[in-house]
C-alpha cells in the first residue's frame, strides 16, 4: 500500500510539474491536467494522497495541489465517507496544521490559506454537533506558536466571512454555525483580545530590542516581525466580527478593545488594519442605544489619540500606504460625526459631546486638505451636520461655518486633474484616479457636495455666505485677465485658463447661494448690496466666450433681486440679448466656434429662466420683447433653429400671464405661422404618409452631401426638427391660469364639470390638434421602417444610422464623455452621426409631445374625434419589430403620462387603447 501509494504520488508530483511549466507543449499540459483531474474526481486514495503531497518537505505547488486534493473531498464526498474516514481527514488536517507548515514569515499565503480552508469546510459540515471540542483543539494550535496561532485566524476569519458576510452555507446550517458563533462569542473575543494585547507587547518588546542594536539584533528583527504579523491577522479577524457582533463584546471591560484600536493607530506597521477595524466598527447600524455607545470616541483621551495619529500622517511624504491610512482616519472621523447626527434629535437624548470644538477643527484640517477625496468626506458630513435641526444651532458649530465656507472659495476650483502637477491636489489624485475622465467624474460629485453644504448654510447663515459671494464677485470683476500658458490662438481663455477656472468656481458658489437665500429665516442682507453686484456685473464686459458663459450664469444668479429693483429689468434683457447674438470676427451661422454656440444657448436658457420665474415682472415689456425677438428671426443667417424655439419659450413662459384666452391664443398662432406653412403642407403629408418616401425625403437611401448646407434632403430633416421643437415648445409651456377666477374672467373655462373643478381650455389647443394628425402619421412611419423591407433600402453610408448615437449609449453605460478642450474648433458632425441624432430627436419629441399634450390640453385633447383608433393606427403599430431602445419612448414618455386621466369620459374615449395594452 505505502509503496503504491508513493508510485501514485510521484506520478502525481510530475504531473503538477508539467502544469506549471511554461516551457512544456500544450498538448502536454492538457494530458497532464487530465490526468490530474481524473485522479481528483475517481481516486479512492483521494485523502491519504493529498495528505502525503501537503507534507511540509515538498514544494509549494505540489503541496497546494495536495491540499486542494483534501479539500475536493470534503466539499464533494464528506456525506458519502465512513466515520472512521472523517475521523482520519480531522485528525490529519489538525496534525498539518500543527507542523505541516513552514515558519509563518516563509510560508507561502496560498499554503496557509489552503489549510485554513480545509478545516473550514470541514467546520462547516460538523461543528458544533460532531465537533464539540473545536475551539478548545484551535486554543490548543495557539500555544504551539504564532505560526499556529496565524492559521487558527485565517480559520476564524475565513469561517466567519463565509456564514456573514459571503453567506455560501446552507440555510440550515448557517443558522447553526451562527448561533454557535454567538453563544461562543464571549469566549473568542477574549481570545482575540487577549492575543492582540499579548503579541503587541511581544511586538514591541522585540522592536525596541532591535533598535536599541544589542547582539541578537537580527533575531529580534525576526521576533518582531512574526509578532507583528500576527497583530495583523487578528485585526483581520476582528474587522470580520466587529460590525454585527453583540455590542456589549466590543464595550466589554471598560471599552478595551476602542481603546486599543486607538493605540495602534500611533504604530507604523499596525495603523492601517487598526483603522479599517476601527472604520467598521464606527460605522455599525442598528439600535440607537448600541450606536450611542460609540459616543465614547469624542472623551479626551481617544479624541487625542486619533487626532495625533491624524496629525502625524499627514506630515508624511506622500506615498500609497500613508494616504490610504490617512483616509481611513478622516472616514472614522466622519463616521463618528454621522452617528452623531443620528443619534442627535432621536428618541435618545444626546447633547453636545465632549471636545466637540476639537473635533470640528479636525474636519475644517481634512477640509483645507490639498487631497480632494478628503475633501469630500468632509463635505459631506458638515452637510450632514448643517442639516441636523438641533445641532446646526449649536453655537460652536456656527463659530466653524465662515471658516468652512470660505474653504468652498479654493475647493470649487477645477484643478487636480492626475495628469497635470499645477498644484498639490495632482499628486494625491494620481494615487486616487487612473485618469482625467475618472478625476471629473468624481469633481463633479464633489462640486455637488460643496453645492449642497453652501445652500445649507446660507439657510442657517445668509449673511455669511452672501458676503463671500460680494467680496468674490467683486474682486473678480476687477481682476486683470490671466489666460495662462495654455491659452486657446485666438488669445481667448480655454478651461484651463486661471480667469476661466475662477469665474467658473465664483458662478457654482454664486448660484448655491442665491439659490437659498430668500428661503432663509434668518436676517438676509441687504438688497442694495444685492443689486449693486447685479448692475456691476452688467457693467462687465468682456469678448471672451468662457467668461461671458460664466458672466450669465451670474446674471442669472442675481435674478433674485430683480424684483426689488426692477428698473434693472432692461439692463438685464439688453445684456441677455446681446449675448444671444454674440459672436466672434470672421464667424458665420455656419462656422461659429463651440464656445460661440455655448454662449448663446446659454444666453437663450437664461432668457427662458427669467421668464420662469418671474414673468409678472416681464409682462410690461412683452410686446417689445417679442418685437425684438421677430428681428432677430428675420435674419436666417443669424439664430439656429434650437435658439428661435428657446425663445419662443420663454415668449410663451410670459404670455400665460396675459390672463386673456383670446389675445394669447391669437399670440401663439401667430408663433405656430411658419409651422403651419411648413407641417400641413400637402406635399410633407403625403412623405408622412409614405414609409419610402419619407426615407428618400430625409436622404436615407442616398449618399450625403457634403457640405451640409447644400443637402436638399438635410434643409428637409432640418424643417421637420424645427417643427417638432416648435410644437413642443408650444405644448409644454402654453398654460391656462393657475387660479380660477382668474381663468373665468380670462375666457379659459370651457364648460362646467362634475369634477370638483371646471374644465379649462388651453389657448394652444385650437393650433395644435390640426397638426396632431402629420405627428401621428409620422411616428407611424418610424415605427415601419424597422420592417424587413425599408431596412435595405438605407444606403451603405447610413447603415448605423438607426442605431443609438454614442453620446446616448455612453450615458446608458454611465461612461463620461472623454475630457475636450477645443472650444475654438468648428462643430462640424459626420452625416451618419447628423442622421442618428436626426431619428432619435424627432422620434423621441414626438413621443414628448403627445406625453405633454393630455396634461397641458386637457379636455379638448382626449376629445379630438378617433384619437385612441389613430394611435392604435399609427403610434401602436408594428411594435414586435422596434427595438427596446426605440420602445422606451413609448412606455416612459407616452403610456406613464397617458395613464393619468382626469376623469371618467376620457378614460372611455381611451379605453380601446387600454385594452390593446392588457391583450
Known amino acids: 500500500m505505502t509503496e503504491s501509494l508513493e508510485d501514485v504520488a510521484e506520478s502525481l508530483i510530475q504531473a503538477v510539474e508539467v502544469v506549471m511549466n511554461p516551457q512544456v507543449s500544450q498538448s502536454q499540459r492538457s494530458e497532464a491536467h487530465q490526468l490530474l ?32 486534493l ?18 482520519f481527514i480531522k485528525d490529519n488536517t489538525m496534525r498539518l496544521l500543527v507542523s505541516g507548515s513552514l515558519d509563518l514569515l516563509t510560508e507561502f499565503s496560498h499554503i496557509k490559506d489552503g489549510l485554513a480552508k480545509l478545516v473550514v469546510e470541514m467546520v462547516k459540515r460538523e461543528w458544533p454537533q460532531h465537533w464539540p471540542t473545536l475551539l478548545s483543539e484551535l486554543n490548543l494550535a495557539c500555544q504551539q506558536g504564532e505560526t499556529q496561532t496565524e492559521l487558527v485566524l485565517l480559520i476564524l476569519l475565513r469561517l466567519v466571512e463565509d456564514i456573514v458576510a459571503f453567506q455560501n452555507v446552507p440555510t440550515q446550517r448557517r443558522r447553526d454555525l451562527y448561533q454557535a458563533l454567538t453563544a461562543n462569542m464571549a469566549e473568542l473575543f477574549d481570545f482575540f483580545l487577549t492575543i492582540l494585547k499579548t503579541q503587541t507587547t511581544e511586538y514591541r518588546k522585540w522592536q525596541t530590542a532591535a533598535l536599541e542594536g544589542a547582539p541578537g539584533q537580527g533575531e529580534a528583527l525576526v521576533r518582531a516581525s512574526a509578532h507583528c504579523k500576527v497583530s495583523q491577522a487578528v485585526l483581520h479577524t476582528l474587522a470580520g466580527f466587529v460590525d454585527w457582533i453583540p455590542m456589549s463584546h466590543v464595550t466589554s471591560d471598560s471599552n478595551r478593545l476602542l481603546q486599543m484600536l ?9 495603523r492601517l488594519s487598526a483603522a479599517e477595524c476601527l472604520l467598521l466598527l464606527v460605522n455599525r447600524k442598528g439600535k440607537l442605544e448600541d450606536r450611542m455607545q460609540l459616543l465614547i470616541l469624542f472623551s479626551e483621551d481617544a479624541m487625542e489619540t486619533i487626532l495625533q495619529a491624524a496629525c502625524a500622517a499627514a506630515t508624511m511624504p506622500l506615498e500609497e ?44 484640517e481634512f477640509t483645507n486638505h490639498a487631497s480632494q477625496a478628503l475633501n469630500s468626506y468632509a463635505y459631506c458630513l458638515w452637510c450632514s451636520l448643517f442639516r441636523n435641526e438641533l445641532i446646526n444651532k449649536d453655537p460652536i458649530l456656527l463659530e466653524f461655518l465662515p471658516k468652512v465656507v470660505e474653504s468652498a472659495t479654493t475647493k470649487l476650483m477645477r484643478v487636480g486633474y492626475p495628469t497635470q502637477s499645477n498644484c498639490a491636489a495632482c499628486g494625491y489624485a494620481r494615487l486616487d484616479y487612473d485618469s482625467d475622465d475618472d478625476f471629473n467624474l468624481f469633481f463633479s460629485r464633489l462640486r455637488a457636495e460643496i453645492a449642497e453644504m453652501l445652500r445649507l448654510a446660507t439657510l442657517l447663515c445668509p449673511q455669511v455666505t452672501f458676503d463671500y459671494a460680494a467680496l468674490w464677485l467683486e ?37 448655491s447661494v442665491m439659490g437659498r437665500i430668500l428661503a432663509s429665516s434668518e436676517a438676509k442682507p441687504s438688497a442694495e448690496r444685492g443689486i449693486a453686484l447685479l448692475k456691476a456685473v452688467l457693467l462687465y464686459e468682456t469678448k471672451d466666450p468662457l467668461l461671458l458663459s460664466s458672466v450669465l450664469s451670474c446674471i442669472s444668479a442675481l435674478f433674485v433681486f430683480l424684483t426689488i429693483a426692477p428698473e434693472t429689468l432692461r439692463a438685464v434683457l439688453d445684456k441677455i440679448f446681446s449675448s444671444v447674438m454674440f459672436s466672434l470676427a470672421g464667424q458665420t451661422k455656419s462656422t461659429r466656434s463651440k464656445a460661440v454656440k455655448n454662449v448663446r444657448r446659454h444666453a437663450c436658457s437664461s432668457l427662458v429662466k427669467i421668464c420662469k420665474l418671474y414673468p409678472e415682472l416681464l409682462l410690461p415689456a412683452f410686446e417689445q ?67 419610402e418616401k419619407f426615407i428618400s425625403y430625409i436622404g436615407l437611401d442616398r449618399r450625403p452631401v457634403e457640405p451640409s448646407q447644400n443637402d436638399q434632403n438635410g434643409i428637409n430633416r ?71 423591407e425599408f431596412i435595405g433600402r438605407r444606403s451603405p453610408e447610413f447603415g448605423h444610422a438607426y442605431e443609438l448615437p454614442e453620446s446616448e449609449k455612453m450615458a446608458l453605460l454611465g461612461i463620461t464623455p472623454p475630457c475636450t478642450d477645443q472650444l475654438d474648433s468648428i462643430s462640424i458632425r459626420q452625416p451618419l452621426e447628423r442622421m442618428q441624432t436626426f431619428l432619435t430627436n424627432v422620434h423621441d419629441n414626438g413621443y414628448h409631445i ?66 390593446n395594452m392588457v391583450c
Request: proline content about 6%; aromatic content about 10%.
Open 37 to 68: 483531474e481524473a485522479f481528483r474526481e475517481t481516486s479512492p486514495i483521494c485523502v491519504p494522497c493529498g495528505i502525503y503531497l501537503a507534507e511540509g518537505t515538498r514544494s509549494h505547488i505540489v503541496r497546494h495541489f495536495g491540499l486542494q
Open 262 to 270: 486607538c493605540l495602534l493607530l500611533g504604530d507604523a506597521q499596525l
Open 718 to 788: 432640418s424643417q421637420i426638427v424645427y417643427c417638432i421643437n416648435t410644437i413642443l415648445a408650444v405644448i409644454k409651456r402654453s398654460k391656462w391660469p393657475e387660479n380660477v377666477e382668474v381663468a373665468q374672467k380670462g375666457g379659459f373655462v370651457l364648460a362646467p364639470s362634475t369634477c370638483a373643478t371646471p374644465i379649462l381650455r388651453n389657448p394652444a389647443t385650437a393650433h395644435v390638434v390640426p397638426l396632431i394628425e402629420n405627428l401621428l402619421t409620422l411616428l407611424g412611419t418610424f415605427n415601419r421602417i424597422w420592417m424587413p
Open 850 to 915: 403627445l406625453g405633454n399634450a393630455g396634461p397641458s390640453l386637457g379636455f379638448e385633447f382626449y376629445n379630438i374625434d378617433c384619437l385612441a383608433d389613430m394611435l392604435l393606427k399609427t403610434v401602436f403599430v408594428n411594435l414586435d419589430a422596434i427595438p427596446d431602445y426605440r420602445l422606451r419612448p413609448v412606455i416612459h414618455i407616452l403610456l406613464l403620462k397617458i395613464k393619468i386621466l382626469p376623469c371618467l369620459w376620457v378614460f372611455m374615449n381611451m379605453l380601446p387603447i387600454y385594452k
Open 475 to 511: 474682486a473678480q470683476l476687477l481682476k486683470p485677465l490671466e489666460i495662462g500658458e495654455g491659452g486657446s490662438e485666438s488669445g481667448m481663455c480655454t478651461t484651463a485658463s486661471p480667469t476661466y477656472m475662477q469665474w467658473d468656481a465664483l458662478t457654482i458658489f454664486l448660484e
Open 625 to 691: 420683447l417679442y418685437h425684438q425677438v421677430q428681428q432677430m428671426s428675420r435674419d436666417p443667417e443669424q439664430l439656429s433653429q434650437m435658439e428661435k424655439c428657446t425663445l419662443m419659450e420663454a415668449l410663451i413662459l410670459t404670455s400665460n400671464q396675459f390672463g386673456d384666452y383670446e389675445r394669447q391664443k391669437t399670440f401663439i398662432a401667430d408663433i405656430l405661422q411658419a409651422v403651419n406653412r411648413i407641417w400641413l403642407d400637402a406635399e410633407l403629408k403625403q412623405v408622412f404618409w409614405g414609409v
Open 321 to 364: 500606504e500613508h494616504y490610504l491610512f490617512l483616509k481611513r482616519l478622516c472616514q472614522v472621523l466622519t463616521s463618528i460625526g454621522s452617528q452623531l447626527c443620528v443619534l442627535v434629535g432621536s428618541s435618545i437624548e444626546v447633547g453636545q459631546p465632549p471636545n466637540f470644538a476639537k473635533y470640528l477643527n479636525a474636519i475644517l
Open 70 to 87: 483534501i479539500e475536493h473531498c470534503i466539499r464533494y464526498r464528506w456525506n458519502n465517507l465512513l466515520p472512521e474516514e472523517k475521523v
